[in-house]
């Protein structure tokens, strides 16, 4: 078997584009929600400050191996979801790794990160972090239920695994998406979609008033800005699974940020309308709506 | 000393027995340390620049001063636009607002909070009260000049001062910072004992090791 070395610079280069459209685009993102709240909001480059801050803060402590493991865990779900799906459908150069990897493994890194953070946030032994990842576990757990069976129910209609497959049956005109072509499976993962992104109404993991920002409470210097280089990856990567099993994936850079940021406002769009909901809430709100959603679509399948 | 700080025997789930010394296993008592700048005057600079255009503030209102700064999340003086957030904890916190007058209880946590914030960190002291007691300048349970109990970078004087007031101070801080004169931490450091010394006496209960981070 022969290795592509090329490969190597073209991943480097699309993680670097992701970075900084995520780095953007999530400012963009607070900006759009605090001007519903009529306040002007940050500045667009606020995160790259925020970042080289907590990187040049010049003392740091540690609670032990699993705590500097925790953010290492996040970062590499982020990056591991991001290579194994096809950023751009078609391009030799960013398609990564996405011939390796099918559904089930990118399904697997989206929890993978939530998994390292929960032993990381763990360790450093500070109680609003075990209850702020006791409730994301939970609530994360619920969330995915929609969005697996909303998964199922396309890899059956296309009898498929692969990501790149699926997004090769959906092209040719917008009426070819899942979006049209199966409706159901698509509106239960952007409700369990909502429950991922960690805004409103599903934010009571981080919980900023009650228990101080839960999981990484006693995260600081150099592991926070390791996280919040994952904020940025992760929910790109995730908004690109979507992208590409329901929107009919992206084939050059302009649809890519067009499709992602739509995306990415549904979750905004969402959050500054309604207020928060308590985890046995949004649980109960998950089984009761989009579970079912989830069950017809594979049904109607 | 509390009776949740003194030496005791713990079975643990597994039915071993083993001794628990609370001031010693659940805090680390290492003193601080002067923690040098970056050693290429541009790193340091470009440093200094981000942590001046990215003040963290903890969220911790011991006066009444508490309430002129809620107004600053609001639309009417946003202050997230020249880059100040808060913090809800203090491991993440760069800048310590002391808001008004500071009682010798509230300073016990002032000071726990103060020493888990990491290097570099600042110190405002917001209203009279932290200049000279203000209008408590003759009562027995507050303290009267902060800067004898922590490092405080700049004063905000007034009685109260309005927000505005205190987005021009977070101004005045950012050209410290970015001048690389705002050392309070390390001057904690230096002064350890001097710092110390003073805190013991107004604080009579002292049931907390001397540096807990």
Same mark, same amino acid.
């Given at each position: 078997?022969?290795?592509?070395?090329?490969?190597?610079?073209?991943?480097?280069?699309?993680?670097?584009?992701?970075?900084?459209?995520?780095?953007?685009?999530?400012?963009?993102?607070?900006?759009? #929600?605090?001007?519903?709240?009529?306040?002007?909001?940050?500045?667009?480059?606020?995160?790259?400050?925020?970042?080289?801050?907590?990187?040049?803060?010049?003392?740091?402590?540690?609670?032990?191996?699993?705590?500097?493991?925790?953010?290492?865990?996040?970062?590499?779900?982020?990056?591991?979801?991001?290579?194994?799906?096809?950023?751009?459908?078609? @391009?030799?150069?960013?398609?990564?790794?996405?011939?390796?990897?099918?559904?089930?493994?990118?399904?697997?890194?989206?929890?993978?990160?939530?998994? #390292?953070? &929960?032993?990381?946030?763990?360790?450093?032994?500070?109680?609003?972090?075990?209850?702020?990842?006791?409730? #994301?576990?939970?609530?994360?757990?619920?969330?995915?239920?929609?969005?697996?069976?909303?998964?199922?129910?396309?890899?059956?209609?296309?009898?498929?695994?692969?990501?790149?497959?699926?997004?090769?049956?959906?092209?040719?005109?917008?009426?070819?998406?899942?979006?049209?072509?199966?409706?159901?499976?698509? &509106?239960?993962?952007?409700?369990?979609?909502?429950?991922?992104?960690?805004?409103?109404?599903?934010?009571?993991?981080?919980?900023?008033?009650?228990?101080?920002?839960?999981?990484?409470?006693?995260?600081?210097?150099?592991?926070?800005?390791?996280?919040?280089?994952?904020?940025?990856?992760?929910?790109?990567?995730?908004?690109?699974?979507?992208?590409?099993?329901?929107?009919?994936?992206? @084939?050059?850079?302009?649809?890519?940020?067009?499709?992602?940021?739509?995306?990415?406002?549904?979750?905004?769009?969402? #959050?500054?309308?309604?207020?928060?909901?308590?985890?046995?809430?949004?649980?109960?709100?998950?089984?009761?709506?989009?579970?079912?959603?989830?069950?017809?679509?594979?049904?109607?399948? | 000393?509390?009776?949740?700080?003194?030496?005791?025997?713990?079975?643990? *789930?597994?039915?071993?027995?083993? %001794?628990? %010394? *609370?001031?010693?296993?659940?805090?680390? %008592?290492?003193? *601080?340390?002067?923690?040098?700048?970056?050693?290429?005057?541009?790193?340091?600079?470009?440093?200094?620049?981000?942590?001046?255009?990215?003040?963290?503030?903890?969220?911790?209102?011991?006066?009444?001063?508490?309430?002129?700064?809620?107004?600053?999340?609001?639309?009417?003086?946003?202050?997230?636009?020249?880059?100040? /957030?808060?913090?809800?904890?203090?491991?993440?916190?760069?800048?310590?607002?002391?808001?008004?007058?500071?009682?010798?209880?509230?300073?016990?946590?002032?000071?726990?909070?103060?020493?888990?914030?990491?290097?570099?960190?600042?110190?405002?002291?917001?209203?009279?009260?932290?200049?000279?007691?203000?209008?408590?300048?003759?009562?027995?349970?507050?303290?009267?000049?902060?800067?004898?109990?922590? *490092?405080?970078?700049?004063?905000?004087?007034?009685?109260?001062?309005?927000?505005?007031?205190?987005?021009?101070?977070? /101004?005045?801080?950012?050209?410290?910072?970015?001048?690389?004169?705002?050392?309070?931490?390390?001057?904690?450091?230096?002064?350890? %004992?001097?710092?110390?010394?003073? /805190?013991?006496?107004?604080?009579?209960?002292?049931?907390?090791?001397?540096?807990?981070?």
């Amino acid at each position: 078997m022969s290795f592509d070395w090329m490969k190597i610079p073209y991943s480097l280069l699309t993680l670097f584009i992701v970075v900084n459209y995520g780095f953007l685009l999530n400012a963009l993102i607070q900006k759009i #929600g605090a001007r519903a709240g009529r306040r002007y909001g940050i500045p667009i480059w606020q995160n790259y400050v925020d970042m080289i801050k907590n990187y040049g803060l010049r003392s740091s402590i540690t609670h032990g191996a699993m705590f500097y493991l925790g953010p290492v865990f996040r970062l590499s779900g982020g990056v591991g979801l991001l290579l194994f799906v096809p950023t751009i459908y078609g @391009s030799y150069m960013f398609s990564n790794l996405s011939f390796a990897g099918d559904l089930i493994l990118a399904l697997y890194f989206i929890f993978f990160g939530t998994l #390292g953070m &929960a032993l990381g946030a763990g360790e450093s032994g500070h109680p609003h972090a075990a209850i702020g990842v006791s409730r #994301g576990l939970a609530q994360v757990s619920t969330a995915e239920l929609p969005f697996a069976l909303a998964v199922f129910a396309v890899a059956l209609q296309y009898q498929t695994l692969s990501v790149t497959e699926i997004v090769a049956a959906q092209q040719g005109g917008f009426m070819q998406w899942t979006l049209f072509t199966n409706p159901l499976a698509v &509106a239960a993962a952007m409700l369990g979609f909502l429950g991922s992104m960690m805004r409103p109404p599903f934010d009571v993991v981080i919980a900023p008033q009650e228990i101080p920002i839960g999981p990484p409470t006693e995260y600081h210097s150099s592991y926070l800005a390791l996280m919040q280089t994952n904020r940025a990856i992760f929910p790109i990567a995730k908004i690109v699974i979507y992208m590409n099993l329901f929107f009919g994936g992206a @084939s050059d850079w302009p649809t890519f940020f067009f499709k992602v940021f739509l995306i990415y406002l549904w979750s905004a769009f969402v #959050g500054v309308v309604f207020p928060r909901f308590r985890v046995e809430q949004s649980i109960r709100w998950f089984l009761i709506w989009a579970v079912p959603l989830g069950i017809l679509s594979i049904i109607f399948v | 000393m509390k009776d949740e700080l003194k030496i005791r025997v713990v079975k643990g *789930p597994d039915g071993v027995e083993f %001794e628990v %010394e *609370p001031l010693k296993d659940y805090y680390c %008592e290492a003193a *601080p340390t002067v923690m040098p700048a970056a050693y290429i005057k541009v790193v340091e600079d470009l440093f200094n620049w981000a942590r001046s255009e990215s003040i963290w503030i903890l969220g911790f209102g011991t006066g009444c001063g508490a309430i002129e700064m809620r107004p600053l999340m609001t639309p009417r003086f946003d202050a997230y636009r020249f880059g100040v /957030q808060w913090r809800p904890t203090p491991r993440q916190a760069n800048l310590f607002v002391i808001s008004g007058y500071l009682s010798t209880k509230t300073l016990k946590r002032a000071i726990r909070s103060y020493e888990q914030m990491q290097n570099p960190k600042y110190v405002i002291g917001l209203g009279s009260c932290t200049i000279n007691g203000g209008m408590y300048w003759d009562s027995y349970n507050t303290i009267k000049r902060l800067d004898d109990y922590l *490092p405080v970078d700049l004063y905000i004087a007034g009685c109260m001062p309005r927000p505005e007031a205190l987005l021009a101070g977070f /101004q005045d801080m950012k050209k410290l910072i970015r001048a690389g004169k705002a050392e309070g931490a390390n001057l904690y450091a230096e002064n350890f %004992e001097w710092y110390k010394a003073n /805190q013991k006496r107004v604080i009579h209960d002292w049931d907390m090791p001397d540096y807990n981070w």
